[in-house]
Protein backbone atom coordinates (compact mmCIF):
# COMPACT_ATOMS: atom_id res chain seq x y z
CA UNK A 1 0.00 0.00 0.00
CA UNK A 2 1.21 3.63 -0.75
CA UNK A 3 1.75 6.07 1.79
CA UNK A 4 -0.14 8.51 -0.06
CA UNK A 5 -2.95 6.54 -0.69
CA UNK A 6 -4.40 6.68 3.11
CA UNK A 7 -1.73 9.09 4.27
CA UNK A 8 -2.65 12.77 3.29
CA UNK A 9 -0.63 16.25 3.34
CA UNK A 10 -2.07 18.76 5.57
CA UNK A 11 -2.72 20.86 2.94
CA UNK A 12 -4.86 18.10 1.30
CA UNK A 13 -6.33 17.82 4.82
CA UNK A 14 -7.44 21.43 5.58
CA UNK A 15 -9.14 21.23 2.06
CA UNK A 16 -11.30 18.13 2.92
CA UNK A 17 -12.05 19.56 6.18
CA UNK A 18 -13.41 22.50 3.78
CA UNK A 19 -15.97 20.64 1.97
CA UNK A 20 -16.43 18.86 5.37
CA UNK A 21 -18.15 22.18 6.26
CA UNK A 22 -20.81 22.04 3.34
CA UNK A 23 -21.37 18.59 3.35
CA UNK A 24 -18.85 17.77 0.26
CA UNK A 25 -16.88 15.50 1.31
CA UNK A 26 -16.99 11.56 -0.22
CA UNK A 27 -16.86 9.18 3.01
CA UNK A 28 -13.01 7.90 1.79
CA UNK A 29 -12.08 11.76 2.21
CA UNK A 30 -13.80 11.89 5.53
CA UNK A 31 -11.99 9.03 6.59
CA UNK A 32 -8.37 10.27 5.46
CA UNK A 33 -9.07 13.69 7.63
CA UNK A 34 -9.91 11.41 10.44
CA UNK A 35 -6.76 9.63 9.91
CA UNK A 36 -5.06 12.42 9.49
CA UNK A 37 -6.43 14.28 12.99
CA UNK A 38 -5.42 11.21 14.73
CA UNK A 39 -1.61 12.62 14.83
CA UNK A 40 -1.96 16.22 13.16
CA UNK A 41 -2.02 19.17 16.03
CA UNK A 42 -2.25 21.18 12.91
CA UNK A 43 -4.67 19.73 10.87
CA UNK A 44 -6.63 19.72 14.30
CA UNK A 45 -6.56 23.02 15.09
CA UNK A 46 -7.55 23.99 11.54
CA UNK A 47 -10.55 21.53 12.31
CA UNK A 48 -12.00 23.28 15.35
CA UNK A 49 -11.50 26.64 14.16
CA UNK A 50 -13.20 25.78 10.82
CA UNK A 51 -15.86 24.43 13.03
CA UNK A 52 -16.30 27.17 15.25
CA UNK A 53 -16.72 29.76 12.20
CA UNK A 54 -19.37 27.54 10.42
CA UNK A 55 -21.18 27.14 14.03
CA UNK A 56 -20.52 31.10 14.30
CA UNK A 57 -22.06 32.16 10.95
CA UNK A 58 -25.04 29.57 11.63
CA UNK A 59 -25.86 31.15 14.85
CA UNK A 60 -25.83 34.48 13.54
CA UNK A 61 -28.47 34.18 10.62
CA UNK A 62 -26.92 36.31 8.66
CA UNK A 63 -27.68 37.01 5.24
CA UNK A 64 -27.39 38.34 2.08
CA UNK A 65 -28.62 39.38 -1.25
CA UNK A 66 -29.20 36.80 -4.06
CA UNK A 67 -27.14 37.37 -7.27
CA UNK A 68 -30.12 38.43 -8.99
CA UNK A 69 -31.39 40.46 -6.29
CA UNK A 70 -27.97 42.43 -6.23
CA UNK A 71 -28.23 42.67 -10.20
CA UNK A 72 -31.49 44.26 -10.19
CA UNK A 73 -30.78 46.66 -7.35
CA UNK A 74 -27.13 47.62 -9.43
CA UNK A 75 -29.29 48.55 -12.55
CA UNK A 76 -32.02 50.62 -10.75
CA UNK A 77 -29.09 52.52 -8.79
CA UNK A 78 -27.23 52.77 -12.41
CA UNK A 79 -30.20 54.36 -14.13
CA UNK A 80 -30.65 57.18 -10.82
CA UNK A 81 -27.00 57.77 -11.09
CA UNK A 82 -26.90 58.68 -14.59
CA UNK A 83 -29.70 61.03 -14.20
CA UNK A 84 -28.68 62.64 -11.31
CA UNK A 85 -25.03 63.09 -13.54
CA UNK A 86 -26.78 64.17 -16.55
CA UNK A 87 -29.30 66.43 -14.94
CA UNK A 88 -25.91 68.23 -13.18
CA UNK B 1 -10.11 67.57 4.90
CA UNK B 2 -13.34 64.99 6.01
CA UNK B 3 -12.22 61.94 7.50
CA UNK B 4 -14.65 60.10 5.03
CA UNK B 5 -14.83 60.58 1.39
CA UNK B 6 -18.19 59.67 -0.39
CA UNK B 7 -18.39 57.48 -3.51
CA UNK B 8 -21.42 56.31 -4.67
CA UNK B 9 -20.14 54.05 -7.76
CA UNK B 10 -19.47 51.87 -4.72
CA UNK B 11 -22.59 52.02 -2.96
CA UNK B 12 -24.53 48.71 -3.92
CA UNK B 13 -20.95 46.56 -4.17
CA UNK B 14 -20.09 47.37 -1.08
CA UNK B 15 -23.15 47.86 1.36
CA UNK B 16 -25.82 46.03 -0.02
CA UNK B 17 -25.73 42.96 1.96
CA UNK B 18 -24.64 44.86 5.26
CA UNK B 19 -28.05 46.90 4.46
CA UNK B 20 -30.16 44.03 3.70
CA UNK B 21 -28.83 41.50 6.82
CA UNK B 22 -29.77 45.00 8.84
CA UNK B 23 -33.37 45.38 7.16
CA UNK B 24 -34.32 41.68 6.51
CA UNK B 25 -34.18 41.08 10.62
CA UNK B 26 -36.90 44.46 10.66
CA UNK B 27 -39.13 43.89 7.69
CA UNK B 28 -39.12 40.00 7.55
CA UNK B 29 -39.52 40.11 3.43
CA UNK B 30 -37.06 40.24 0.94
CA UNK B 31 -39.07 42.69 -1.59
CA UNK B 32 -39.59 45.17 0.79
CA UNK B 33 -36.00 44.99 2.40
CA UNK B 34 -34.73 45.72 -1.48
CA UNK B 35 -37.23 48.33 -1.49
CA UNK B 36 -35.95 50.39 1.61
CA UNK B 37 -32.49 49.75 0.41
CA UNK B 38 -33.23 51.10 -2.70
CA UNK B 39 -35.24 54.00 -1.32
CA UNK B 40 -32.02 54.41 0.95
CA UNK B 41 -29.69 54.73 -1.80
CA UNK B 42 -31.96 56.93 -4.21
CA UNK B 43 -32.37 59.09 -0.39
CA UNK B 44 -28.56 59.01 -0.44
CA UNK B 45 -28.07 60.10 -3.77
CA UNK B 46 -30.26 63.19 -3.62
CA UNK B 47 -28.37 64.72 -0.26
CA UNK B 48 -24.77 63.77 -0.94
CA UNK B 49 -24.07 67.26 -0.29
CA UNK B 50 -25.43 66.94 3.39
CA UNK B 51 -22.34 64.32 3.78
CA UNK B 52 -19.30 65.73 6.22
CA UNK B 53 -16.99 62.83 5.99
CA UNK B 54 -17.09 62.33 10.01
CA UNK B 55 -19.00 59.09 10.07
CA UNK B 56 -18.52 56.72 7.56
CA UNK B 57 -20.19 55.92 4.40
CA UNK B 58 -21.44 52.79 5.46
CA UNK B 59 -23.10 54.33 8.87
CA UNK B 60 -24.52 57.43 7.44
CA UNK B 61 -26.39 54.99 4.88
CA UNK B 62 -27.65 52.70 7.90
CA UNK B 63 -29.30 56.51 9.23
CA UNK B 64 -30.83 56.76 6.25
CA UNK B 65 -32.56 53.27 6.12
CA UNK B 66 -33.33 53.55 10.04
CA UNK B 67 -35.49 56.65 8.80
CA UNK B 68 -36.85 54.58 5.96
CA UNK B 69 -37.64 51.34 8.05
CA UNK B 70 -39.61 53.74 10.57
CA UNK B 71 -41.56 55.59 8.05
CA UNK B 72 -42.44 51.81 6.72
CA UNK B 73 -43.86 50.96 10.21
CA UNK B 74 -45.63 53.99 10.22
CA UNK B 75 -47.57 53.21 6.95
CA UNK B 76 -48.36 49.57 8.11
CA UNK B 77 -49.15 50.58 11.25
CA UNK B 78 -51.98 53.27 10.52
CA UNK B 79 -53.77 50.07 8.76
CA UNK B 80 -53.75 47.45 11.75
CA UNK B 81 -56.15 47.97 14.34
CA UNK B 82 -54.96 48.09 18.12
CA UNK B 83 -53.54 44.74 19.52
CA UNK B 84 -55.80 43.77 22.90
CA UNK B 85 -53.31 42.23 25.62
CA UNK B 86 -55.19 39.75 27.52
CA UNK B 87 -53.71 38.73 30.93
CA UNK B 88 -55.10 35.45 31.64
CA UNK B 89 -54.81 34.20 35.79
CA UNK B 90 -55.12 31.05 37.06
CA UNK B 91 -58.22 31.36 39.21
CA UNK B 92 -57.40 27.93 40.70
CA UNK B 93 -56.58 28.22 45.09
CA UNK B 94 -53.55 25.77 44.90
CA UNK B 95 -52.08 28.33 42.34
CA UNK B 96 -52.73 31.18 44.10
CA UNK B 97 -49.66 32.97 44.41
CA UNK B 98 -47.98 31.65 41.28
CA UNK B 99 -48.96 34.29 39.37
CA UNK B 100 -46.02 36.75 40.74
CA UNK B 101 -43.48 34.22 39.37
CA UNK B 102 -45.09 33.34 35.94
CA UNK B 103 -44.90 37.76 35.67
CA UNK B 104 -41.20 38.15 36.79
CA UNK B 105 -40.30 35.20 34.27
CA UNK B 106 -40.75 37.11 30.86
CA UNK B 107 -39.17 34.85 28.17
CA UNK B 108 -39.51 38.17 25.61
CA UNK B 109 -36.22 39.79 27.65
CA UNK B 110 -34.13 36.42 26.66
CA UNK B 111 -35.15 36.76 23.20
CA UNK B 112 -34.56 40.44 22.85
CA UNK B 113 -30.71 39.74 23.96
CA UNK B 114 -30.64 36.83 21.61
CA UNK B 115 -31.31 39.37 18.74
CA UNK B 116 -29.13 41.91 19.90
CA UNK B 117 -25.99 39.49 20.38
CA UNK B 118 -27.19 37.99 16.64
CA UNK B 119 -27.17 41.76 15.36
CA UNK B 120 -24.14 42.75 16.36
CA UNK B 121 -22.26 38.91 15.64
CA UNK B 122 -23.91 39.66 11.77
CA UNK B 123 -21.98 43.18 12.24
CA UNK B 124 -18.67 41.61 13.03
CA UNK B 125 -19.41 39.20 10.39
CA UNK B 126 -19.93 41.76 7.94
CA UNK B 127 -16.95 44.07 8.90
CA UNK B 128 -14.89 40.55 8.88
CA UNK B 129 -15.86 39.86 4.93
CA UNK B 130 -15.12 43.70 4.08
CA UNK B 131 -11.38 43.04 4.69
CA UNK B 132 -11.87 40.38 2.44
CA UNK B 133 -10.76 40.40 -1.44
CA UNK B 134 -13.81 41.10 -3.62
CA UNK B 135 -13.66 37.38 -5.18
CA UNK B 136 -13.23 35.74 -1.89
CA UNK B 137 -15.91 37.64 -0.24
CA UNK B 138 -18.69 36.87 -3.20
CA UNK B 139 -17.63 33.45 -3.13
CA UNK B 140 -18.10 32.92 0.53
CA UNK B 141 -21.36 34.18 0.74
CA UNK B 142 -22.92 32.22 -2.61
CA UNK B 143 -21.08 29.42 -1.03
CA UNK B 144 -22.14 29.73 3.38
CA UNK B 145 -24.63 32.44 3.12
CA UNK B 146 -26.63 31.48 0.47
CA UNK B 147 -25.96 27.85 -0.02
CA UNK B 148 -25.51 27.55 -3.78
CA UNK B 149 -24.21 24.62 -4.94
CA UNK B 150 -20.42 24.50 -6.04
CA UNK B 151 -21.92 24.00 -9.74
CA UNK B 152 -23.56 27.25 -10.19
CA UNK B 153 -21.02 28.98 -8.01
CA UNK B 154 -18.54 27.56 -10.75
CA UNK B 155 -20.76 28.71 -14.04
CA UNK B 156 -22.23 32.35 -12.62
CA UNK B 157 -18.50 33.35 -11.93
CA UNK B 158 -16.55 31.07 -14.39
CA UNK B 159 -14.25 29.60 -12.54
CA UNK B 160 -13.42 25.70 -11.72
CA UNK B 161 -14.25 23.52 -8.71
CA UNK B 162 -10.64 23.20 -8.08
CA UNK B 163 -10.55 27.35 -7.88
CA UNK B 164 -13.24 27.49 -5.46
CA UNK B 165 -12.30 25.31 -3.09
CA UNK B 166 -8.74 27.01 -2.78
CA UNK B 167 -10.57 31.05 -2.70
CA UNK B 168 -12.97 29.23 -0.13
CA UNK B 169 -9.90 28.05 1.83
CA UNK B 170 -8.72 31.15 1.59
CA UNK B 171 -11.65 33.36 2.81
CA UNK B 172 -12.84 30.74 5.56
CA UNK B 173 -8.60 31.14 7.11
CA UNK B 174 -9.04 34.76 7.09
CA UNK B 175 -12.05 35.04 8.21
CA UNK B 176 -11.61 32.61 10.80
CA UNK B 177 -8.71 35.09 11.88
CA UNK B 178 -10.52 38.16 11.81
CA UNK B 179 -13.57 37.03 13.86
CA UNK B 180 -10.99 35.22 16.60
CA UNK B 181 -9.34 39.12 17.09
CA UNK B 182 -12.65 41.32 17.00
CA UNK B 183 -15.62 38.96 18.45
CA UNK B 184 -14.30 35.60 19.88
CA UNK B 185 -11.48 37.33 22.50
Not at chain 1, 29 to 58: A, D, G, P, V
Request: with cysteine.
Amino acid sequence: MKKSFLFISCDEAKHICDKVQYDEASSWEQFKLRLRLMYCHITKKYSNKNKKLSETIEKSKVQCLKTEELKKLQSQFDKELAKQQQDQ
Amino acid sequence: MPKHQINPNNWVKSYSDYLFNYTITRVNSREIAQDLISETFLAGLKSMKNFKGEASERTWLISILKRKIIDHYRKINSNKGKAEVRMSYNSDTDTEGDWLEERVADASDKTAEDHLVNSELGDAIYDCLGKLPEKQADVFKMKTILGYDTETICNDLDITASNLWVIIHRARTALAECMEDNWYK
